[in-house]
């Protein structure tokens, strides 16, 4: 249990068990408490791509690959997986800029290969504003893509877990990444190429 839901919980204890002191100084702490959590988490970033990046080179001169903030390196995993389906080599050397220190590993590779089985190309795309199974997935232009923190985010030192909303899922998936010494933040592990409801097209209950 984090420090927030300690205090929080402190103060509705003393609430609960009608203690003497100020009732109004109490519910104070309750408010307080919920407040600092708020803060401490669930900010969501909209970052945005004109285009998709098309070679590594592209996707190097991008304003996002900095990775300054884990925001931006999140969303460049989602802009690396989307090249997947045009040249597979070329996403994996995008991933491998984001991954630093710490290239893809031939285990890596086969699990990202496995979750594209079956022409399940639109997995990525559809975390971009505007992909639906109704449109087959196909995002708004300039591609948005909404990634999230929770008061849980930054729970281990070093590493930072941020949350995306896929247009065919109901639960959200997350990105893990790892601030380097230099303070730029790389990938650590994804865990978005889950199965998502199909596209409207290929879908034959649909």
């Not at 204890?13 to 003497?20: F, W």
């Not at 090249?83 to 031939?106: H, I, Q, T, W």
């Amino acid at each position: 249990m984090g420090f927030f839901d300690n205090l929080k919980k402190s103060a509705e204890g003393l609430m609960n068990q009608g203690t003497s002191g100020n009732i109004n100084a109490v519910q104070g702490a309750v408010g307080i408490a919920n407040s600092i959590g708020s803060l401490a988490g669930n900010k969501s970033v909209d970052v945005t791509f004109a285009k998709l990046p098309e070679s590594v080179e592209e996707f190097r001169a991008l304003p996002q690959a900095a990775c300054t903030n884990p925001f931006d390196a999140a969303a460049l995993t989602v802009a690396a997986l989307c090249c997947y389906p045009k040249n597979r080599e070329m996403c994996f050397a995008m991933l491998d800029v984001l991954r630093g220190p710490r290239p893809l590993s031939g285990v890596d590779k086969q699990f990202i290969n496995d979750r594209f089985m079956d022409g399940k190309d639109y997995i990525p795309r559809s975390y971009f504003k505007g992909a639906t199974p109704q449109n087959d997935y196909t995002p708004a232009v300039p591609y948005v893509i909404t990634i999230s923190e929770n008061p849980y985010s930054y729970h281990d030192q070093g590493y930072a877990k941020l949350y995306l909303h896929s247009g065919g899922a109901d639960s959200q998936r997350y990105i893990q990444l790892r601030m380097l010494k230099d303070g730029k933040w790389c990938l650590w592990e994804q865990f978005i190429l889950s199965d998502i409801r199909q596209p409207e097209s290929s879908n034959p209950w649909a």
